[in-house]
Every structure is written in C-alpha cells, then in structure tokens.
C-alpha cells in the first residue's frame, strides 16, 4: 500500500534553515507528481509546493516562493523540503502527498516550529 514518511521537522529560529524528506513505497514513485503542504494551528492545510515526476517543474507558493526549494531521488523514493530565511509564519505541521488512483495519499507529518 501507498506509505509516505516524512521527517526533518524541528526547532528554528527565524532566519534559519530546516530540509524536509519524505519517504515513500507502494507506488511507483518516479512516475507520479509529489506535492508538499503544510497546517498551522486553525488555519486550513494549504499548498506549499509541487514537483513532477522526473523533477524539471516545480511550483510554489507565493509565500514560500524565494525560500523554499522542492527537489527528489527518484532513486531513493524520496521528495526533499529545503527551508531558508525561515519566518514564524512557516511553523506548522508539514506532509507530503501524492495522488494516485483518485486518492490522496498523505503522510504523518512533521512539525516545524519557528520562534524567536
């Protein structure tokens, strides 16, 4: 079955820099778009980035455009979250995703705090 793992999350502070990974299995990775979003506190889940399969196009948010950058390992099964200049407004809990067979797939999450 479709698993998608992500880790890399923790304590910034703003200005700095954190690099997400998510892990998956279950599908043929290298043949599917992977996007990343992310959750605040009371605020809906929203895009943040997108990747395709061979990894030439990519997509940003505005917010994030500049200071985030999405890449992968097709041979490795795995999507990167590089995140500079990070600002209090990024801390949230990020996954990843992928589509598949009309479904989305999503990870666990993993948290990302940015404070002062």
């Known amino acids: 079955q479709v698993q998608l793992v992500e880790s890399g999350g923790g304590l910034a502070q703003p200005g700095g820099s954190l690099r997400l990974s998510c892990a998956a299995s279950g599908f043929p990775f290298s043949s599917y778009y992977m996007h990343w979003y992310r959750q605040a506190p009371g605020k809906e889940r929203e895009l943040v980035a997108g990747?395709?399969?061979?990894?030439?196009?990519?997509d940003y948010a505005d917010s994030v455009r500049g200071r985030f950058t999405i890449s992968r390992d097709n041979a490795k099964n795995t999507v990167y979250l590089q995140m500079n200049s990070l600002k209090p407004e990024d801390t949230a809990v990020y996954y990843c995703?992928?589509?598949?067979?009309?479904?989305?797939?999503w990870g666990q999450g993993t948290q990302v705090t940015v404070f002062s």
């Open positions: 995703k992928v589509f598949r067979s009309n479904t989305h797939y």
């Open positions: 990747i395709s399969s061979a990894g030439t196009t990519t």
